[in-house]
């Protein structure tokens, strides 16, 4: 295992361990230490297939998604694409208002066109927040509409302590989850869509000639990790989901407030780390 994860480590610029410990946890290792701001902390491992928690630290606390809002915008576009109402090969249009979206980006103009898949695949590696309305615009006609649409499928999958008020993750107080709603999110992602499911462990992209890598530095780098998302703004810190499968082993991880991307990861790799040491202790 360790040998999987020494890209990531050295991406990490041997960066130390973050996210606090609270009262609030169902398996304890200690690798894990303070974070520097802990009202933004939160982790939390869950079995995929049964949603048993193997480890949980404020996950019922209130906490900002940033760009992991985009799990959900990509749920009700893949929604729409099982109901045939768009196809991967519809063409949406930038709006200005969409092309007015700050970084991350893709810097589309207004009237630019892409197609759905294209779209997809600009959130998922680039967290392109322009991209995320033009889709949004393109799938329910404007934003607001599709953040009604957003909310009634939050409600629906139980998700009660979640609400959205754009499509992107672009800061606003009012736009809220727990750790313990995005696995709920990241479980039915997984298990309702599993043809379009595959599109987050995409590693790159190119657009307009110019190439993008993932965000998530997981990918690739550490063994059976096929996505999900990354997430930062301000009031958020540093956020990752992650899907991961080795051998009969199937779990989804969630950190939550990192100092940085490579603390946020370095906490993700021990988190995953120490749930696979213990069932391997256990001869699982």
């Not at 992991?68 to 915008?73: F, P, S, V, Y």
């Not at 407030?257 to 993700?268: A, F, I, K, V, Y």
Request: hydrophobic share 40%; net charge negative; glycine share 6%.
């Amino acid at each position: 295992m360790q040998a999987s994860i020494g890209k990531v480590v050295v991406a990490a610029a041997a960066a130390i361990l973050v996210c606090a410990s609270s009262a609030s946890a169902h398996v304890r290792h200690p690798r894990v230490r303070l974070t520097p701001d802990p009202s933004l902390d939160a982790a939390l491992v869950v079995d995929a297939p049964t949603g048993e928690v193997l480890y949980a630290r404020n996950e019922d606390a209130i906490r900002h998604p940033a760009s992991l809002t985009k799990m959900m915008t990509l749920y009700v576009v893949f929604d729409r694409l099982r109901a045939h109402k768009i196809a991967l090969d519809t063409t949406i249009a930038a709006s200005p208002y969409a092309a007015s979206q700050p970084r991350a980006h893709l810097k589309i103009h207004p009237g630019e066109t892409m197609t759905v898949e294209a779209a997809i695949k600009a959130l998922v590696v680039c967290s392109a927040n322009d991209v995320a309305v033009a889709l949004a615009e393109g799938v329910a006609g404007g934003e607001p509409q599709f953040v009604e649409m957003m909310n009634a499928k939050a409600r629906a999958l139980g998700m009660n302590h979640t609400y959205y008020t754009n499509a992107s993750g672009l800061p606003d107080p009012s736009q809220v989850t727990t750790a313990d709603d995005l696995a709920v999110l990241a479980r039915h992602l997984m298990y309702d869509f599993p043809e379009y499911f595959p599109y987050f462990r995409t590693p790159s992209m190119t657009w307009n000639g110019r190439d993008y890598n993932t965000h998530d530095a997981l990918i690739g780098n550490y063994k059976g990790v096929d996505g999900i998302k990354t997430g930062y703004i301000d009031t958020s810190g540093y956020n990752l989901v992650t899907s991961i499968e080795l051998g009969r082993t199937r779990l989804v991880a969630i950190v939550m407030g990192g100092p940085s991307p490579q603390r946020r990861d370095r906490e993700m790799v021990d988190l995953l780390d120490s749930i696979f040491d213990a069932q391997r202790a256990g001869g699982d």
